[in-house]
């Protein structure tokens, strides 16, 4: 509890040392089109990813070595959405 509210204080100093510096504008940065893309991308993946693992474990070809190869397809396959400006 006591560092709960230490870390709540160096926050709230945090903000009020830089409230100068960090102007904000009117905000909606995030294209919310985008972010619903994104999202439903990670669903279909999700869904996928499921449906390797079932197959995998049912025809026992090793479930993990395909989860970790969904994971990295999906790690892979989010990194252009993480390199642009």
């Known amino acids: 509890m006591l560092f709960s509210s230490a870390i709540c204080n160096l926050q709230s100093a945090i903000c009020i040392l830089f409230a100068g510096a960090f102007p904000r504008g009117?905000?909606?940065?995030?294209?919310?089109?985008?972010l619903a893309?994104?999202?439903?991308?990670?669903?279909?993946?999700?869904?996928?990813?499921?449906?390797?693992?079932?197959?995998?474990?049912?025809?026992?070809?090793?479930?993990?070595?395909?989860s970790l190869m969904m994971l990295g397809a999906g790690a892979a396959g989010l990194l252009p959405g993480w390199l642009p400006p």
Not at 26 to 34: I, N, R, T
Not at 37 to 62: F, N, S
């Open 37 to 66: 893309l994104v999202l439903v991308v990670y669903l279909i993946w999700v869904r996928t990813t499921w449906w390797v693992d079932h197959d995998a474990r049912e025809l026992e070809m090793g479930a993990p070595r395909w």
């Open 26 to 34: 009117e905000g909606f940065y995030f294209s919310l089109l985008k």
